[in-house]
């Protein structure tokens, strides 16, 4: 808790001042956003082991190109590993194409304060992504593809679709969203998990603060296929990371 509280206090100091770096006429923009969360899922599997986490998001983006880059660091925790802070550093680039919204990115995640320990995979890996969103009326429909030629924990080819959708309904601002998605694993015994589903809904609201920005509320719902016993087993047990929960979160968008 000592490590969520100190990286609660960096968001909240370090954001407002990032907030207010103008780059001139560039026409470069900087969009920082911190989230405190319940439970930090990736992919349908807690990566704090149900623990809340701080997080942070900037990006520097060119608008009249789409290119853009940037970093997201939340605070993890794994059984077995004393990882104690997850830090990604992205870059790609966005345009439409054919009535669609097309973002093309790579990521470079990276597990901060591991220390290896005899044969303990190295837990860093790259991945290439590919979004597409369309919007039709108050419902926007969304999709992703991810491959990573060695996946977390050394885990071999990693490949990922996801598909959802986004509904503006109308009623108190409310915004309600569902996803589906399903992460292949190439060697299962380094990840802990074979190739699994996982399936999520959420419901949000956006509160707008003058001359700051945007606050977002989220509730969420997410479950994955994975059974209790094959969950990421240590010692023969399986972790209670993969079960289904409810989880809710407050994004800054300033």
Same mark, same amino acid.
């Given at each position: ?19 207010? +770096?103008? +780059? ?8 920082? &956003? ?8 990736? #992919? ?33 925790? !794994? ?31 990276? !597990?901060?304060?591991?220390?290896? #320990? ?40 990693? +490949? !990922? ?25 190439? =060697? ?16 949000? =609201?956006?509160? @707008?603060?003058?001359?700051?920005? &945007?606050? @977002? ?38």
């Amino acid at each position: 808790m000592q490590r969520f509280a100190a990286l609660l206090v960096f968001l909240l100091v370090a954001s407002p001042a990032m907030a207010q +770096l103008r +780059l001139g006429e560039s026409g470069l923009t900087l969009n920082p &956003t911190a989230t405190v969360t319940s439970d930090y899922i990736f #992919r349908g599997i807690s990566q704090t082991r149900s623990r809340p986490a701080a997080q942070f998001n900037t990006e520097l983006a060119h608008p009249g190109s789409g290119v853009y880059i940037g970093s997201f660091v939340s605070n993890a925790q !794994y059984q077995g590993y004393d990882v104690t802070t997850e830090i990604d550093l992205f870059g790609g680039i966005r345009f439409p194409l054919g009535g669609f919204n097309i973002d093309v990115l790579g990521i470079w995640y990276h !597990y901060a304060g591991l220390t290896r #320990r005899g044969a303990q995979p190295r837990l860093d890996y790259v991945e290439a992504i590919l979004r597409a969103s369309r919007s039709i009326g108050p419902v926007t429909i969304l999709g992703m593809l991810g491959a990573s030629p060695n996946y977390f924990a050394s885990a071999g080819t990693g +490949l !990922y679709v996801e598909a959802g959708l986004d509904w503006q309904t109308g009623l108190w601002g409310l915004t309600l969203g569902g996803r589906l998605a399903h992460q292949m694993i190439g =060697r299962p015994a380094n990840f802990g998990v074979g190739n699994y589903s996982w399936w999520g809904v959420n419901l949000s =609201r956006d509160f @707008t603060i003058e001359a700051l920005g &945007t606050l @977002t509320a989220t509730l969420s719902y997410v479950q994955t296929s994975i059974a209790r016993d094959h969950c990421v087993p240590i010692s023969g047990r399986g972790q209670d990371i993969c079960g289904a929960r409810a989880l809710a979160s407050l994004g800054f968008r300033f």
